[in-house]
């Protein structure tokens, strides 16, 4: 796997594919060049080895016809190897050295020694009544005629493989005329003899034939290679190249107010990954500026409010319709102490927001925590006639910051009072779960319908819109409370039910854990 995407679909796995079949192309079409270049040279080297000897087959010949024996035979083998390059012996059918082209004496003769020869190595037997034709037709200008059934044969006759070492070219010049008729009457001639040859000492060429034929079939096939490889990396690069282009084009959308821009998700690969996490963003950017809307305008309305009132307070004093009074200093006390909290609020979720609200925790004694926010309340829940009671398991310790502790509990506390009618009680409980501290606020107010729940700790959110500021709050008290449990490694959730009361509960670290 590569991020989530499976191997076989990785944008990488397709590439390092191209790239070995590329590769397996190239070695197989230089394989088969050179395989073509040397099967030619091969053919080219034994039909030019082939000619050669039928040459040096022909021109004894000859002489065995024109000549009763071997003497004098010497200059025409010595001119015969200067233009094969071959070593060429004849001895006669016992093995005595007739001629060498390596000799210097013509009239000499001796046994060859039986580790200068082997009679295994006879290349032909140059004996007129018996023409070697297999040999004969492959002389230059000799016509291709039938062979003629041969006569008993010995086990001297058998021609071997001709040598493969490449030689020059001989020519007719100097040689006795081959084209002449396969027919011979019947005379004197020279006794039959062996025909040594020995190969020409190899030669330095190149691995592949450079001739011209194959140095265009190397630029053909190059250039085949190449256009292949060109059009499998443009037809890669126009298939990854296509989403990002899209992708950009959806950004640049984007950044001209489309908030609705989104990429086309087209293959699933890390291209499609790329996609997939920029629509996400695109969503989440759009809620968030949907977020960002609402949230000037609800700050704009609940600052609107108190302004609003204190400012109507002063014009009628200053008319002298209100008295000033303690009445109306009580009054503007009260509006300037809630503004003062909004202001306060804001300042903490901007805070959070951007990653600067500083905690400093340290472990802290629920129950006597508790008890603290339950006498700070114990005046608004008595002016309401709502019972507010505290318990906590003893020894319960939480590792928080005290004062961050204190403002999320007395949210969740002012908030339960707040929606508690007449009558109706709320209850603040602490207890130990394995390595967590659970706070619990229990009302018996109205309840949260459950299509509600989602959104109670989102900020300015109230479940009656129609709400005032007095009977709702500023809808910023449980948005803090889920930033602090959060930046303490705890959460905060919700249960409900229309009629029946809430529960919120603040799960945190414990102390000594």
């Given at each position: 796997?590569?991020g989530?995407?499976?191997?076989?679909?990785?944008?990488?796995?397709?590439?390092?594919?191209?790239?070995?079949?590329?590769?397996?192309?190239?070695?197989?079409?230089?394989?088969?060049?050179?395989?073509?270049?040397?099967?030619?040279?091969?053919?080219?080297?034994?039909?030019?080895?082939?000619?050669?000897?039928?040459?040096?087959?022909?021109?004894?010949?000859?002489?065995?016809r024109?000549?009763?024996?071997?003497?004098?035979?010497?200059?025409?083998?010595?001119?015969?190897?200067?233009?094969?390059?071959?070593?060429?012996?004849?001895?006669?059918?016992?093995?005595?050295?007739?001629?060498?082209?390596?000799?210097?004496?013509?009239?000499?003769?001796?046994?060859?020694?039986?580790?200068?020869?082997?009679?295994?190595?006879?290349?032909?037997?140059?004996?007129?009544a018996q023409?070697?034709w297999?040999?004969?037709?492959?002389?230059?200008?000799?016509?291709?005629?039938?062979?003629?059934?041969?006569?008993?044969?010995?086990?001297?006759?058998?021609?071997?493989?001709?040598?493969?070492?490449?030689?020059?070219?001989?020519?007719?010049?100097?040689?006795?005329?081959?084209?002449?008729?396969?027919?011979?009457?019947?005379?004197?001639h020279?006794?039959?003899?062996r025909?040594?040859?020995?190969?020409?000492?190899?030669?330095?060429?190149?691995?592949?034939d450079?001739?011209?034929?194959?140095?265009?079939?190397?630029?053909?096939?190059?250039?085949?290679?190449?256009?292949?490889?060109?059009?499998?990396?443009?037809?890669?690069?126009?298939?990854?190249?296509?989403?990002?282009?899209?992708?950009?084009?959806?950004?640049?959308?984007?950044?001209?107010?489309?908030?609705?821009?989104?990429?086309?998700?087209?293959?699933?690969?890390?291209?499609?990954?790329?996609?997939?996490?920029?629509?996400?963003?695109?969503?989440?950017?759009?809620?968030?500026?949907?977020?960002?809307?609402?949230?000037?305008?609800?700050?704009?309305?609940?600052?609107?409010?108190?302004?609003?009132?204190?400012?109507?307070?002063?014009?009628?004093?200053?008319?002298?319709?209100?008295?000033?009074?303690?009445?109306?200093?009580?009054?503007?006390?009260?509006?300037?102490?809630?503004?003062?909290?909004?202001?306060?609020d804001?300042?903490?979720?901007?805070?959070?927001?951007?990653?600067?609200?500083?905690?400093?925790?340290?472990?802290?004694?629920?129950?006597?925590?508790?008890?603290?926010?339950?006498?700070?309340?114990?005046?608004?829940?008595?002016?309401?006639?709502?019972?507010?009671?505290?318990?906590?398991?003893?020894?319960?310790?939480?590792?928080?910051?005290?004062?961050?502790?204190?403002?999320?509990?007395?949210?969740?506390?002012?908030?339960?009072?707040?929606?508690?009618?007449?009558?109706?009680s709320?209850?603040?409980?602490?207890?130990?779960?394995?390595?967590?501290?659970?706070?619990?606020?229990?009302?018996?107010?109205?309840?949260?319908?459950?299509?509600?729940?989602?959104?109670?700790?989102?900020?300015?959110?109230r479940?009656?819109?129609?709400?005032?500021?007095?009977?709702?709050?500023?809808?910023?008290?449980?948005?803090?409370?889920?930033?602090?449990?959060?930046?303490?490694?705890?959460?905060?959730?919700?249960?409900s039910?229309?009629?029946?009361?809430?529960?919120?509960?603040?799960r945190?670290?414990?102390?000594?854990?």
């Amino acid at each position: 796997m590569t991020g989530g995407v499976p191997l076989h679909r990785s944008l990488v796995t397709r590439l390092i594919a191209m790239s070995l079949a590329v590769c397996a192309v190239s070695v197989a079409a230089t394989a088969w060049l050179v395989v073509r270049s040397t099967d030619a040279a091969i053919d080219e080297v034994n039909g030019q080895t082939l000619r050669d000897d039928a040459v040096v087959y022909d021109a004894l010949l000859d002489w065995s016809r024109e000549h009763t024996d071997w003497a004098g035979v010497q200059p025409v083998l010595v001119r015969l190897a200067d233009r094969t390059g071959y070593h060429i012996m004849l001895t006669d059918t016992e093995g005595t050295l007739l001629a060498d082209s390596a000799g210097s004496d013509p009239a000499g003769a001796a046994t060859v020694p039986s580790a200068a020869v082997n009679l295994a190595d006879t290349r032909a037997i140059v004996d007129p009544a018996q023409v070697d034709w297999s040999l004969l037709q492959h002389a230059p200008g000799a016509e291709q005629v039938p062979v003629p059934s041969p006569e008993p044969a010995t086990e001297l006759e058998a021609v071997p493989v001709p040598s493969t070492e490449p030689a020059p070219e001989v020519g007719p010049t100097d040689l006795p005329d081959t084209d002449r008729p396969t027919e011979y009457s019947e005379q004197s001639h020279a006794p039959p003899a062996r025909l040594f040859i020995t190969g020409r000492p190899p030669v330095a060429s190149t691995f592949v034939d450079l001739s011209a034929p194959s140095r265009a079939r190397i630029a053909g096939l190059a250039a085949l290679v190449l256009a292949l490889a060109a059009g499998a990396s443009v037809a890669v690069g126009v298939r990854i190249t296509r989403p990002l282009r899209e992708l950009a084009a959806a950004a640049r959308r984007m950044t001209d107010g489309d908030d609705d821009a989104r990429a086309v998700v087209r293959t699933r690969d890390e291209i499609g990954d790329v996609a997939v996490a920029f629509n996400s963003l695109a969503e989440r950017r759009g809620e968030q500026e949907r977020l960002r809307r609402a949230m000037v305008g609800d700050v704009a309305h609940e600052l609107r409010t108190p302004l609003s009132s204190v400012r109507g307070w002063l014009e009628a004093a200053q008319d002298g319709l209100t008295p000033t009074d303690g009445r109306l200093v009580d009054s503007l006390h009260e509006e300037a102490v809630h503004l003062q909290s909004l202001v306060g609020d804001l300042q903490d979720l901007a805070l959070a927001d951007a990653g600067e609200l500083r905690l400093h925790p340290e472990p802290v004694e629920l129950g006597p925590a508790l008890e603290q926010v339950v006498r700070g309340q114990g005046a608004a829940a008595s002016a309401k006639g709502v019972g507010l009671t505290a318990r906590t398991d003893p020894g319960v310790v939480v590792r928080a910051d005290p004062v961050r502790l204190r403002q999320a509990v007395t949210n969740l506390v002012a908030n339960a009072v707040r929606h508690t009618p007449g009558g109706g009680s709320v209850e603040v409980t602490g207890a130990r779960d394995g390595g967590d501290v659970v706070v619990a606020v229990r009302d018996t107010g109205e309840g949260i319908a459950a299509a509600d729940l989602a959104h109670v700790f989102e900020r300015f959110w109230r479940a009656d819109a129609s709400r005032t500021r007095g009977t709702g709050g500023s809808g910023l008290g449980l948005a803090i409370v889920r930033q602090v449990a959060t930046l303490h490694g705890g959460s905060v959730g919700v249960e409900s039910e229309v009629g029946r009361g809430t529960t919120f509960t603040l799960r945190l670290p414990a102390g000594d854990g």
